[in-house]
């Protein structure tokens, strides 16, 4: 059994990471001048806009390898491709990988770069895969639907400290220059000591694919993926969990001792759209009694929110993603620069790392924000205040590995979690 100090002791999971100095060796050198070849795994919406990311971030990118469950998919990534960048598109038919063992045939090829934008269930074996074969990767968030997964992620990142390859996380609020500017004055004590911290995501319902003509339950599931426990780990862990690492960010990666959280679908039918919630609310409570609160919503024709602010013996902090950034009280500031696109400033620093030798390690506060998603999930389905304890040793999985995938797998049939009835393991 893990307890907390042991397990923060053995993955330094407290300390986050980014961007660092230390030259790549081994596995990770890369020569200045050398065309990087790029392969996306999951040509989904996000996959596709992150391999034009990448293309567009460094010149000398090609993209000689594609992967996913669906040809279609596919076919529509690699048309968009070849339409836009022309011969720096080199996939022919062999390097076109259709499947759920696709993954593996993609990362075992050619390429430098791997993107890993399928849905987040699979992610932790494919991360493990690409930094075994010593691949440099962006891996979207979140990183794993279930705790051993993260524990799973967590071993990959500690390999890829060991062979110097960068791993970027798709937490993209990091990348948005007023956040980092406005994390980096809290830190260095715009608004004193941080008494309480709140998070909203709130929104509207998420789209829906009705089933195609002849298409099985497991490909409609997977076509949906984000209304199933099992390949998302519900909207907390796949949506809202970008708030939550934000307050982990400006708490400078503090973990908790003890999450109470609720949840449940009120605005869903319970017998269409999956087996998920659609509102969560979250306790974060941590060793020295200070509190930290998250509140996720979808449900149509409600008001939106998205917001961060913060409580300090100095001031104050209140957010807007993506619209307004402002420190109220001794040391007030307010951005008035233009906002960057975060998504493209992810795939220019990660390149630009990779070109000059540098790591990026965004690994460890990957797994830290997933793990707090997951726990807050685990805590509103039980209906249970869970330890850190409980968490980290929890041995629940929500499905197959992607290695154990096929077109024969069970689809998820989880019942929606009932508080009080739903057992946490």
Not at 133 to 141: A, D, P, Y
Not at 358 to 370: F, H, K, L, P, Q
Request: proline letters at 4%; aromatic letters at 10%; glycine letters at 8%.
């Amino acid at each position: 059994m893990t307890n907390r100090r042991e397990f923060l002791k053995s993955s330094s999971i407290v300390l986050g990471a980014t961007a660092i100095d230390t030259p790549l060796t081994a596995a990770g050198l890369i020569q200045k001048n050398k065309t990087l070849n790029v392969g996306l795994i999951g040509c989904g919406g996000r996959g596709t806009g992150a391999i034009f990311q990448a293309l567009q971030a460094d010149p000398d990118v090609k993209v000689t390898a594609l992967a996913d469950v669906f040809d279609h998919n596919l076919q529509e990534t690699l048309t968009a491709l070849k339409g836009k960048y022309g011969d720096r598109i080199d996939v022919p038919e062999n390097r076109a990988f259709i499947g759920f063992d696709a993954f593996e045939k993609l990362i075992k090829s050619n390429v430098d770069v791997v993107l890993l934008c399928t849905p987040p269930s699979f992610r932790p074996a494919h991360l493990a895969l690409a930094i075994q074969e010593g691949k440099h990767v962006f891996c979207e968030k979140p990183v794993a639907v279930d705790i051993p997964g993260v524990h799973i992620v967590h071993d990959a990142v500690r390999l890829a400290k060991q062979k110097k390859l960068c791993v970027m996380s798709g937490f993209c609020f990091r990348y948005s220059f007023p956040s980092r500017k406005l994390v980096a004055k809290v830190h260095q004590g715009a608004i004193g000591d941080i008494h309480a911290i709140s998070t909203f995501r709130l929104g509207g319902e998420l789209s829906y694919r009705e089933p195609l003509a002849g298409s099985s339950e497991l490909e409609q599931q997977i076509r949906n993926w984000f209304y199933y426990q099992r390949y998302s780990g519900d909207m907390i862990v796949e949506q809202t969990v970008h708030s939550i690492d934000f307050m982990n960010w400006m708490l400078k990666e503090k973990v908790p001792t003890q999450v109470t959280a609720m949840g449940g679908r009120q605005s869903r039918p319970w017998n269409k759209f999956g087996n998920v919630y659609d509102h969560f609310s979250v306790e974060f409570v941590y060793d020295d009694g200070f509190r930290g609160f998250h509140f996720g919503r979808q449900q149509n024709g409600t008001t939106p929110r998205n917001t961060i602010e913060a409580l300090g013996t100095q001031g104050r902090v209140n957010v807007a993603l993506n619209t307004s950034y402002e420190i109220f009280g001794d040391q007030p500031w307010k951005n008035t620069e233009q906002l960057n696109n975060m998504y493209q400033t992810e795939h220019d620093e990660l390149f630009k790392a990779i070109r000059e030798n540098r790591v990026i390690e965004d690994g460890e506060y990957m797994a830290n924000s997933t793990l707090m998603a997951i726990w807050g999930r685990a805590s509103a389905y039980s209906g249970k205040t869970i330890s850190y304890e409980e968490i980290i040793n929890s041995t629940e999985t929500l499905g197959p590995s992607a290695k154990e995938y096929t077109w024969d797998t069970e689809v998820d049939e989880l019942p929606i979690a009932r508080p009080g009835a739903y057992k946490f393991v």
